[in-house]
């Protein structure tokens, strides 16, 4: 893969982190250079602004933003870069991550923000591949080898379940 593949990943607090484990392991299935970071958009808003100003000129391209509650971390890194970011919202205690979830999908106008599903890191890691398969082919052959996997993993679950049905069933 080229080296200017780079996700930054970004976390509004360490307890996000095993969250986006799955997503940093994703990036990594498909050879993405991933830095990780974790900047809050409220208790450190100027290394938010940094990071964000810097993205392009450090040949990151996209950022995945993941936070919790008032989940204001993907619209301010939004708000200092045209590099697309994606927002990942963290379940939370208050509202099981539906306040995060909100916080990111009510962006304004000219200022948007990607996001998944709540706790989504999966999803986030693959949509950010998808936006660099745009520029480079090799990824678009990788997310088909991936899709493909995925569907001969369902049809050997499949084909298990029925084995193990019939038994339950004597058939």
Do not use: W
Request: neutral net charge.
């Amino acid at each position: 893969m080229p080296e200017k593949l780079k996700v930054a990943v970004v976390m509004g607090s360490d307890s996000d982190f095993p969250v986006l484990k799955k997503c940093i392991q994703t990036l990594k299935q498909f050879q993405i250079m991933t830095e990780v970071h974790v900047i809050s958009a409220h208790r450190t808003p100027y290394l938010a602004e940094e990071l964000a100003r810097n993205a392009e000129l450090e040949g990151t391209g996209v950022i995945i933003a993941a936070a919790g509650k008032a989940a204001h971390l993907a619209g301010v890194l939004a708000a200092y870069t045209v590099v697309p970011v994606i927002g990942l919202p963290i379940q939370s205690s208050t509202m099981d991550g539906l306040d995060s979830l909100l916080s990111m999908v009510q962006m304004p106008k000219g200022v948007p923000v990607a996001t998944v599903a709540i706790n989504g890191a999966e999803n986030a890691a693959l949509l950010a591949v998808q936006i660099l398969s745009l520029a480079h082919p090799e990824l678009k052959q990788a997310l088909k080898a991936h899709r493909k996997q995925m569907t001969e993993d369902v049809m050997e679950n499949d084909r298990m379940i029925k084995k193990e049905a019939r038994l339950l069933l004597d058939i």
